[in-house]
């Protein structure tokens, strides 16, 4: 990416010197262009980056009992996680302990009879 910011900084330098208007305007307007769809590019790749990375996440999840976990590098499993949240906004919720039961909260659904393992701890993991 430096090297494509040098290029634009070298040609805003010609751009000075071209002896027609017209020519220096559409000129301009070549590189306002370029950089535009610098911007573009680099805000693709991050969103790229970010799916790739949601995508791993929703690789490592392991239903177990009824509910999902979600598996981590040393094997543990954490969760379980809310099957709401995770079906309609595909963002990973660790169900928090609550009276006996499982608790969502961001959602707010209540999980009778499901064990959650986190307890008084809001864990949400998107990516």
């Known amino acids: 990416m430096a090297d ?9 330098e ?3 010197t071209v002896a027609s208007v017209d020519d220096r305007i559409k000129l301009a307007a070549a590189l306002d262009s370029v950089s535009e769809l610098q911007e ?9 980056k970010k799916l790739k990375k949601r995508l791993a ?9 009824g ?3 979600v598996l981590e590098d040393d094997g543990r499993k954490v969760g379980p996680v809310c099957p709401l949240c995770y079906q ?6 660790i169900l928090e302990r609550e009276r ?3 608790h969502c909260p961001c959602c707010r659904t209540r999980y009778p009879g499901i064990k959650a393992s986190v307890e008084g701890y809001k864990q949400v993991i998107s990516y």
């Open 100 to 102: 006996g039961s499982g």
């Open 57 to 65: 996440a929703m690789k490592r999840m392991e239903s177990y009992g």
């Open 40 to 48: 573009k590019n680099y805000k693709l790749k991050h969103k790229v």
């Open 14 to 16: 010609v751009v000075k």
């Open 4 to 12: 494509i910011l040098s290029m634009v900084s070298d040609a805003r």
């Open 67 to 69: 509910a999902y976990y």
């Open 88 to 93: 309609q906004k595909r963002v990973i919720v």
